[in-house]
């Protein structure tokens, strides 16, 4: 005979002992067996939700990849919605003592340093990824958006516009630069802007807020879509 024609080992290993069991439990054989099937399917619902868990998942890859500092940095990601900042902030470290060129680590490390209202050390982690990796939109992105919670809305402006060059279609950009200019009356070009946003509004493309949008139209079509 072929080699595939062979029976499948699992499946003689099924058969055999479904044999054993029919010959020392009688008709008591099958409430055995469906019992065995309903505990086993139980261990597999927990696993499965156990690994639908982002969070279990990185924590559990982190702890068996310490030396790997994407690890990190992912798990990360995840622990700031559970609350944890400060675990966060420690693994963020991690991941740049491992990797200390690693631009998107301290441009995240500062949104979670952000977040935590500690905004000056934020700014220095977004200034870092931007020098490690002028070409990184969203650390210009982010630099732009922790200068404009400082006021200092110059420099938010020019952070902006360099995320701009680098990705227009970055989300939420464009609406926060635009938003930002208007806090200074920056009015060169302001109206091709804003007639550049609502029709990305329009397209149903993630440029700007709700609130931008409705500070900036009067056009119902685009107020629905915010």
């Known amino acids: ?43 597999t619902v927990v696993r499965n939700r156990d690994y639908r868990s982002a969070l279990a998942i990185w924590e559990d890859t982190a702890a068996k990849a310490p030396a790997n500092p994407r690890a990190h940095n992912n798990l990360v990601t995840e622990l700031i919605p559970a609350g ?9 470290d991690k991941a740049i003592a491992l990797k200390p060129d690693y631009a998107e680590a301290w441009s995240n490390k500062g949104v979670t340093l952000q977040e935590a209202q500690r ?18 939109a969203k650390g210009w992105y982010n630099l732009g958006m922790v200068s404009d919670l400082l006021k200092k809305y110059d420099e938010a402006s020019a952070s902006f ?16 630069a635009v938003y930002t200019r208007l806090k200074v009356c920056d009015w ?28 900036m139209s009067r056009d119902e079509e685009v107020n629905a879509r915010a």
């Open 1 to 43: 005979a072929r080699a595939n024609d062979k029976p499948a080992p699992l499946a003689g290993l099924v058969v055999a002992v479904l044999a054993v069991l029919w010959l020392r439990l009688g008709r008591w054989t099958w409430p055995v067996v469906a019992a065995w099937v309903l505990a086993l399917g139980t261990v």
């Open 84 to 92: 944890r900042l400060d675990e966060a902030l420690a693994h963020y």
């Open 119 to 136: 905004l000056d050390a934020a700014v220095s982690n977004y200034r870092k990824a931007t020098e490690l990796n002028p070409g990184y």
């Open 161 to 176: 516009a360099r995320a701009i060059r680098l990705k227009p279609d970055l989300d939420l950009l464009i609406g926060q």
């Open 188 to 215: 060169e070009n302001f109206d091709s802007q804003i007639e550049n946003l609502l029709t990305q509004v329009k397209q149903g493309r993630v440029v700007a807020t709700p609130f931008t949008v409705l500070a």
